[in-house]
């Protein structure tokens, strides 16, 4: 298998508050789902630390420094009623960003051909300046930038499937040439962002989906819109927002998807991947809240990414 998954133990020192959705007990399931012998072949790599320099291709200094001394000593700040910082906060979310960036490393020198980070907290929500959703910093977009910076990645793709629309990532490619932000999403939905005529520097292609769309609809959407535009925009390399909240057993919304449709859905990018990116792929958790099901979407996604049915 040319997939590896990176991850570190620091990222489930992120203590959540009781009965918070977004809990060290994902990040759990998911290592022990991965420990099946059906992913035997997969070369497990512990994430290394971003640097504030990596943050700062995202996020404003001041930013950063206002949500390292807001961390607590001991139980939690909260940022809002979503969004928290426990005393372990800073080493996870440093793991997390470290991961994606780690990850574009190893794909862009040919090590891997795609990786998946088993990273937490989720980043997509987080903005320049703002952490919400959950989300301390933006992982993927910090990692979108880092592709460019480092190895002068002309087009750099982000698919976002999280069944929330990823306001933060779409707030730096908004900003930004060379990058591609598409995303399917419930819509009513938080954090209400995310229309299908939303324009910016970058390439934006917002596909709005109505509560209990389900397969059919998602499938078309990425079949007649949204796969024709990555293909035409020809990425470098491709990350994925992967979240998997869109299950129809998820409790945080209502899109009404199976495990397959997520199979199905990274197969096809990973097909992409090899067309135009020379397989390059990263693809890093957001999302997913149903416990069960979100281990048997990890394990579903991650056996696409290496190409086994």
């Not at 959705?21 to 059906?38: G, H, T």
């Given at each position: ?65 206002t ?7 001991q ?13 372990g ?18 794909v ?19 903005e320049?300046?703002t ?5 301390l ?27 929330h629309?990823?306001?933060?990532t ?41 509560a209990g ?9 990425y ?16 990350l994925?927002?992967a ?64 190409n086994?049915?």
């Open positions: 298998m040319a997939t590896a998954i990176i991850s570190h133990k620091d990222c489930a020192a992120h203590i959540s508050p009781p009965g918070h959705p977004e809990c060290e007990e994902r990040l759990n399931v998911i290592l022990a789902a991965l420990e099946d012998p059906q992913f035997a072949a997969l070369v497990f790599i512990e994430a290394q630390k971003a640097s504030i320099d990596q943050l700062k291709l995202v996020h404003s200094a001041d930013y950063i420094k949500i390292f001394d807001h961390i607590p000593s139980g939690h700040f909260m940022i809002d009623k979503d969004t928290y910082l426990s005393s906060s800073k080493e996870a979310v440093l793991r997390a960003v470290g991961a994606t960036c780690q990850a574009v490393d190893l862009m020198n040919g090590k891997f051909q795609n990786v998946f980070c088993a990273v937490r907290p989720p980043g997509h929500h987080a320049p300046e952490a919400m959703g959950f989300c910093f933006n992982s993927l977009a910090i990692a979108a930038l880092y592709a460019r910076s480092k190895y002068f990645c002309h087009k750099v793709a982000i698919i976002d499937f999280d069944v629309h990823g306001n933060g779409q707030s730096v490619v908004e900003k930004t040439k060379g990058l591609f932000y598409a995303s399917t999403h419930q819509s009513p939905l938080y954090p209400g962002t995310g229309h299908i005529y939303d324009k910016g520097r970058g390439v934006i292609v917002n596909v709005p989906l109505a769309s389900g397969s059919n609809a998602i499938r078309k959407a079949e007649n819109r949204i796969f024709p535009e990555l293909c035409a925009f020809k990425p470098d390399i491709i994925i927002s979240g998997f909240d869109g299950h129809r057993l998820d409790p945080l919304a209502d899109m009404n998807l199976e495990v397959d449709d997520f199979h199905w859905l990274t197969q096809e990018l990973v097909k992409i991947a090899q067309i135009y990116a020379k397989g390059r792929l990263v693809s890093s958790l957001e999302g997913g809240y149903n416990l069960v099901i979100l281990s048997e979407c990890v394990k579903s996604h991650v056996l696409a990414l290496a086994e049915s």
